[in-house]
């Protein structure tokens, strides 16, 4: 079966593998800014889709079916973001004669509108938060609804996911400001600006739970995902098991997760995300209907290979193991490596890598999708790859990582790897007392740590002004007035690029 | 061969001498005894005299170095004592601030035009990068000189954007 994966990054480049081990072969897609990016030079064929912007390429439904249907693809994976839940694609490709690796159209519809997820949910007596359950057309209705439930209040995008279109508010002057900045971030990368709000639990975990079926009404759940190290709404860190969740817990937890699941009649793997509480109470806060970005870390505690169960099931095959088989084993920890400045309150730094060493060792996978002389482009996301980890104990994972993150290098850019090493450090983290509002509460610490000792200082300023030393040795001088410093320093520059 | 690097505001005296097969590196008053290999076309090994060793990766654009161990990046600039000299004058003479880029971005949106009057923390506009829009601000009141970019422009790393005085 020849399959199409309509995705770019690390998340292509894991789904080509499983095709490989399958022997499947495989189309990568890609847009003009990503000709020699991984995963394209990673497939066996690839396809040229449109130009750099997502919405003109990995966007373009037609265009990828065009591709599938030139390059007699038969199954299309859609990977996690983009069009992963987009029923119109899984539709397309149906319509087409494709296997569409993931849910059926009509369970991404159910749970892609997170107005209409609750409702099902509600009706199928899973746990909600309190919150409106349809998109409000104007301002003023969300005004009411924050006055009734009291703040903070969370804006959301409708189509949403990913951390992106959201806002927490917690004031009533800061509501309108945020209900526009959500509508206009919802429309430029969900193309729907619908928005919708509900109550924010205050001092919460994020937990989530992995289910996976086939379509022979075989469903079962493979543990929790401790997902509750956030940033900006985005995970940073994940786990498996969570350090709070004992057996009788991951019972219920899978349980009503294999409820939710059943509702809309779930096939193919899928997360149902809870939010707990302190009290240990937990709420349905919406169902992704694709793989997860952090689904490794499920991978490495219960040994199950997610994406070729997906393909397996997308063919009209069974599950491999049921319920009662599930062993999980040990703990694994995921880090997600962005290219973005922790010291610069994280802003994106896209570019050129200049050298990159990625961690090896017992108990360490990566799951990368950049190379030593790639460079990094400015229309995607900053993810550049994930690290993962797997101990036997939770204390063990956790050491395991930071000794991984110390091998971790990436030059020419800035990445979060040293942003991991602090969190692996922290007492907190370490005792896996933490909640959403965790990683904002420590990066003003995290900000002393980077601003280091002398000992390390003083080997930089070294190396540099010995590098400076040999090369007012070796350059002559051009020009009576110009420095053989400034020379030196202009070649450099031609022959290094501009950064 | 003296130097003065410039890092966070501070002028810190450099003295680099050859030494044996290695250097004499002073910084301030702290002297070390170093070697320094090539490890591979992108990283150096620096080992002091009492064999602690730095896998560092050194990249260097005119007078701007980057020195990076992977966890911590120290950017400093080197400068000869006289180029010093020079850059304190136009820095006691440059009245305006220009706004750069911090990052390569696209431009999505302009709030000021040249003229407009600017408070500190007005926003200028807003740079798109991998998905976030980052707001960018004035960093002290003024009036709009120039306005350097348009709306739906891309923009390298360190691009002017916006002079303000």
């Known amino acids: 079966m020849k399959v199409l994966i309509a995705n770019r990054g690390e998340i292509a480049v894991r789904v080509i593998r499983a095709c490989r081990e399958l022997g499947f072969p495989t189309v990568a897609v890609h847009s003009d800014a990503d000709r020699a990016a991984l995963h394209v030079l990673f497939a066996d064929q690839s396809v040229e889709i449109g130009p750099a912007p997502s919405s003109k390429s990995y966007l373009r439904i037609d265009a990828i079916i065009d591709a599938a249907r030139t390059t007699g693809a038969e199954a299309i994976h859609p990977g996690y973001g983009f069009l992963a839940e987009n029923a119109l694609f899984a539709q397309a490709c149906i319509d087409a004669g494709m296997l569409f690796v993931g849910p059926s159209p009509d369970s991404i519809r159910a749970m892609g509108s997170k107005t209409e997820s609750r409702q099902r949910m509600i009706a199928a007596g899973v746990p909600v938060v309190p919150g409106l359950s349809e998109a409000v057309a104007s301002l003023s209705e969300i005004e009411a609804f924050a006055a009734e439930a009291g703040f903070p209040v969370m804006i959301k995008a409708s189509a949403g996911g990913g951390g992106k279109g959201l806002r927490l508010v917690e004031r009533k002057e800061d509501l309108s400001n945020a209900f526009e900045r959500v509508k206009s971030e919802a429309k430029s990368f969900f193309g729907d600006d619908a928005v919708y709000a509900e109550k924010f639990i205050a001092s919460p975990r994020h937990i989530e739970v992995q289910i996976l079926g086939d379509q022979h009404g075989n469903l079962i759940h493979l543990g929790e995902r401790e997902c509750t190290l956030q940033r900006r709404h985005q995970k940073v860190v994940e786990e498996s098991p969570s350090p709070v969740v004992d057996e009788a817990m991951r019972e219920r937890l899978g349980v009503t997760a294999v409820q939710a699941g059943r509702a809309v009649n779930y096939y193919s793997a899928g997360t149902i995300e809870f939010l707990m509480g302190e009290d240990g109470d937990f709420y349905f806060l919406e169902m992704n209907t694709r793989l997860q970005v952090e689904h490794p870390v499920t991978e490495m505690v219960t040994g199950v290979d997610l994406v070729k169960e997906q393909l397996r099931v997308a063919q009209g095959g069974t599950l491999q193991l049921s319920q009662d088989q599930v062993r999980m084993s040990g703990h694994a920890i995921e880090c997600r490596i962005y290219a973005e400045d922790s010291s610069r309150n994280f802003a994106p730094s896209p570019g050129l890598i200049r050298y990159l060493n990625l961690p090896q060792g017992p108990g360490v996978r990566n799951e990368n999708g950049v190379y030593q002389g790639y460079t990094v482009p400015i229309h995607y996301d900053p993810m550049l790859s994930k690290l993962v980890v797997h101990g036997s104990t939770r204390e063990e994972a956790i050491l395991r990582m930071k000794r991984a993150l110390s091998e971790y290098r990436v030059e020419g850019i800035d990445t979060t790897v040293p942003f991991h090493s602090f969190i692996m450090d922290h007492p907190e983290f370490r005792a896996g007392r933490f909640d959403t509002g965790f990683i904002e509460k420590i990066l003003p610490s995290l900000n002393e740590s980077l601003a280091q000792g002398t000992a390390s200082f003083d080997a930089a300023v070294a190396a540099a002004a010995i590098s400076a030393f040999e090369q007012s040795q070796n350059v002559q001088l051009p020009h009576a007035q110009d420095s053989a410093w400034r020379r030196a320093g202009r070649l450099e520059a031609l022959g290094r690029g501009t950064r | ?165």
Do not use: C, W
């Open chain 2, 1 to 165: 061969m003296k130097l003065v690097a410039r890092y966070g505001g501070a002028n810190i005296p450099i003295e680099v001498q050859r030494e044996g097969s290695g250097y004499a590196v002073t910084i301030d008053d702290r002297t070390m005894h170093v070697d320094l290999v090539s490890a591979g076309p992108a990283l150096k090994s620096l080992r002091l005299d009492d064999g602690r060793q730095y896998l560092l990766a050194h990249h260097q654009h005119g007078d701007q170095h980057e020195v990076s161990f992977g966890e911590t990046t120290v950017h400093l600039e080197l400068v000869d004592p006289l180029t010093l000299k020079r850059k304190r004058v136009e820095d006691e003479s440059g009245a305006g601030a220009t706004i750069t880029a911090l990052m390569p971005g696209r431009v999505v949106r302009l709030f000021v035009a040249a003229g407009d009057r600017v408070e500190k923390g007005t926003p200028l506009l807003i740079l798109e990068a991998m998905k976030m829009e980052n707001e960018v601000q004035s960093p002290r009141e003024g009036v709009v000189k120039t306005v350097h970019v348009e709306a739906g422009q891309t923009v390298d790393n360190g691009a002017e954007l916006i002079e303000v005085e």
